[in-house]
């Protein structure tokens, strides 16, 4: 026989759990079902709530709730399946009907069920409510999961409506949603408190979301780690090499100190991944975060974020928004943004020359008080000049530009917590036909010795040049010596015979390039930069290294802005040629077993080039349709509106003081009277206790206010007597007396603050 029994939770604290649980069954469905389905949901959370308590209540035996739940969501669950599968069933409903009914079975029926359960264990339970809480926080994460890593348009009709009503930054407040979820999840912990207790309990739980907040707020919009240092240790390269055997991301080859790092185990923008932990490729830096090597996917075959970590390639972050001031379209169908470049030879690999003597075009500090002018390297008869302006979501040791930057001045940052930095750059892009490059040598005379050998420096192995002679020998006489031909055919060598992969990363050999060029071929972008590098230098061509980003054209939007994604680091070689200077000469190769990289979303690439440009909205505002809050005049409105509320509680006030001179004589004088003597008395805050009646209310006022108690009893008698009789006229007299009682027992300054007090009479009971 079962044991009628009082629910554990107060009827307050369940319709504060129902209307957060029909949030969070907003948030996880509402997107998903039909509005049928979503009311259906919403009508089986509150029955839930209703049935678990009633169960709760009338002592229903815990098997028999877990057998009668598990039934109905079981029945539910299968009815829905059936419905949804079964074509005589779908032929008969239709579309819309076969979707609807599955949605009320398993919306209305399992779900409920499954709640029922939850919630009347929860009545015998606290450490059920984990169950409940953990509903809330799984609904907020499942909304709000896409705008991580950095999509900051993401959810879209969120970040929408913030935007074109001008709330602020989307991060932001979603960091305040999600300290204000965590203390609603708290909620699902209370059971029956006392007022003192809950009202202590909200103020320490809103103390330490308040905290929690400036914990964990951040003073970036969108927070990215530090794209790693292209000039890392080689030491620490081969470090890691020996290590770990490239497992953590360790770089291709040693190093020299702190001359600059080794070949990464990945390509990078400078060696960086994708925010990762391994050494990137093109500049061997070691990036922070997580298990990486910077490489990737196609376009150039090679940018790409890293074999480290899958995860991250289909999940790449920004790092750079660029805006172009003039028309640019690239005849490659590819962008290249140069970091730094690696020139110099440290006995098996490129590394960044840090003596200053040699790559004097290449500009590797930011602007910050006045314009950086990279040293003579580029021909300007033979470049075109193309304005654009950077704009870093990502820390970069040195600023990336388009081509070669020929200038970086500094700008502006439009929104310091979304861009670290913000800098214009002139680039020099080769504007001459590629047929105006043949016949020119590589070294000019007026080079020095010591450069001569810079450019030309390589790993004392005679397969180098040995490889390069035979690929050569089907060279066309009638260009054999021109550097340029001699280039290009090596080029298309490595295309046709290299496979691109980020499987291979050679970092268990001494020498990885020549582990690749003389081995199996199969490599990223890292390995066919150095190897073409060292054939190119092994035929008399000067050549080095650059790192950066390459960004596939036809994989971003038609507008103005453009969008870098982490997986676009890349690495390339470059050769010198008289009156030219240096040219970009990557290498494409024809095979790979890396899917192509993903198409920028060109809404967060609109978005991120338009609060470049200093509209916070994103590019909303354009919008007809879109207006931003008139905060002012709502912040006018509310002022009006608080105004007007206190106005009427005075005139309310003051209407129940004027009440007994203006009801004199009439049946409700005594009540007004009463009214009037217990106004005042509220607003110093003598109020009625819980329970007390108000004869004992008066007798315990009785050394203060004598006449309180019999005005009391005039108003009982009235009040009890027979109706529409006369008050007596003892009822003005006894106000009279408690007033002037009331003024000598009560200081000066007590009562005026009690004059100025516009609720007290809201506590008259």
Same mark, same amino acid.
């Given at each position: ?21 029909? *949030?969070?069954?907003? /948030? ?7 509005? *049928? !389905?979503?009311?259906?949901? &919403? ?27 598990? /039934? ?65 926080? &799984? ?15 993401? %959810? ?14 989307? %991060? ?83 190093? $020299? ?13 400078? !060696? ?113 000049? /193309? ?88 060279? $066309? ?80 939007? =038609? ?58 909205? =994103? ?77 004992? &209310? ?6 203060? /206010? ?51 007090? %516009? ?7």
């Amino acid at each position: 026989m079962t044991r009628a029994r009082q629910p554990s939770e107060a009827v307050e604290v369940q319709a504060v759990k129902a209307a957060t649980l029909l *949030a969070a069954t907003w /948030l996880i469905i509402g997107r998903l079902a039909t509005p *049928a !389905g979503t009311a259906s949901a &919403f009508a089986a959370v509150l029955l839930a709530f209703v049935a678990g308590a009633l169960a709760a209540r009338r002592g229903l035996r815990p098997v028999a709730a877990l057998t009668l739940g598990a /039934l109905i969501c079981g029945v539910g669950w299968i009815a829905s399946s059936v419905v949804r599968d079964s074509y005589p069933l779908a032929s008969t409903l239709g579309v819309e009907g076969s979707v609807i009914t599955s949605e009320l079975a398993l919306f209305g029926v399992a779900l409920f069920g499954a709640l029922f359960v939850v919630r009347y264990f929860a009545h015998r339970s606290r450490l059920v409510s984990v169950l409940e809480a953990g509903v809330i926080v &799984f609904s907020v994460i499942f909304t709000f999961a896409s705008h991580r890593d950095c999509r900051l348009n993401q %959810p879209r009709d969120f970040v929408d409506q913030v935007l074109e009503l001008g709330l602020g930054d989307p %991060p932001t407040l979603l960091i305040a949603m999600g300290v204000a979820i965590m203390l609603l999840a708290l909620v699902m912990f209370m059971r029956r408190p006392s007022a003192a207790k809950a009202v202590l309990s909200m103020v320490v739980a809103v103390g330490v979301g308040i905290g929690v907040y400036l914990l964990i707020e951040d003073d970036r919009v969108c927070s990215i780690e530090e794209i790693n240092e292209l000039a890392d240790s080689g030491d620490r390269d081969q470090e890691a090499q020996a290590s770990d055997g490239g497992e953590d991301g360790a770089g291709e080859g040693g190093g $020299d100190g702190e001359e600059g790092a080794g070949e990464g185990g990945g390509d990078g923008g400078g !060696g960086q991944g994708d925010g990762g932990d391994g050494q990137g490729g093109g500049g061997g830096g070691r990036s922070k975060g997580d298990d990486q090597r910077g490489d990737g996917g196609e376009g150039p075959r090679g940018g790409g974020s890293g074999s480290g970590d899958r995860d991250r390639d289909r999940n790449p972050q920004p790092v750079a928004v660029v805006t172009f001031h003039d028309d640019y379209e690239s005849k490659e169908g590819i962008l290249y943004f140069r970091q730094q470049v690696q020139s110099k030879f440290n006995l098996t690999h490129l590394t960044v020359d840090a003596s200053g003597d040699y790559d004097g075009d290449v500009i590797d500090v930011f602007p910050v008080d006045a314009p950086v002018e990279a040293g003579y390297g580029q021909n300007p008869d033979v470049h075109d000049n /193309l304005p654009t302006s950077v704009y870093l979501l990502a820390d970069h040791p040195q600023p990336i530009g388009l081509g070669h930057p020929s200038v970086m001045r500094p700008a502006d940052n439009p929104n310091p917590r979304m861009f670290v930095a913000a800098y214009e750059v002139s680039s020099r892009l080769l504007s001459v036909d590629a047929s105006r490059l043949l016949g020119r040598r590589s070294i000019p005379e007026a080079w020095t010795e010591a450069q001569r050998e810079h450019y030309l420096a390589m790993p004392d192995d005679p397969r180098y040049g040995a490889l390069a002679d035979i690929i050569l020998r089907d060279l $066309d006489p009638r260009f054999g010596d021109d550097d340029l031909m001699k280039a290009l055919v090596l080029k298309q060598w490595l295309e046709k015979n290299g496979y691109y992969t980020l499987k291979e990363t050679h970092t268990d050999s001494d020498d990885p390039t020549a582990s690749f060029l003389f081995g199996s071929l199969r490599g990223y972008c890292v390995h066919f930069a150095h190897a073409a590098a060292f054939l190119f230098r092994s035929q008399g061509i000067a050549a080095r290294v650059a790192v950066g980003y390459g960004v596939d054209t036809r994989r971003r939007g =038609g507008g103005s802005n453009l969008l870098i994604m982490g997986n676009m680091a890349h690495a390339w070689p470059e050769i010198h040629l008289e009156g030219i200077g240096w040219v970009t000469f990557d290498v494409y190769p024809e095979r790979s077993d890396e899917p192509p990289q993903q198409i920028v979303d060109q809404a967060l690439e609109s978005m991120l080039g338009e609060m470049a440009r200093d509209d916070d909205s =994103g590019g909303r505002r354009a919008d007809p349709a879109a207006a931003p809050l008139p905060w002012r005049a709502i912040l006018w409105a509310l002022l009006f509106i608080a105004l007007g509320a206190v106005a009427a509680l005075y005139l309310v006030k003051l209407a129940r003081r004027l009440a007994p001179r203006l009801s004199r004589g009439r049946p409700s004088h005594h009540r007004w009277a009463l009214r009037a003597a217990l106004d005042r008395l509220a607003d110093v805050g003598i109020l009625r206790g819980r329970g007390e009646t108000r004869e004992r &209310f008066a007798q315990r006022l009785a050394e203060q /206010l004598p006449s309180l108690a019999p005005l009391t009893m005039a108003h009982l008698r009235a009040a009890l007597g027979r109706p529409g009789a006369e008050p007596g006229p003892e009822t003005a007299d006894l106000l009279g007396r408690v007033r002037a009682e009331y003024r000598a027992a009560v200081p000066l300054r007590r009562r005026l603050l009690g004059a100025l007090n %516009p609720i007290g009479w809201w506590f008259v009971r």
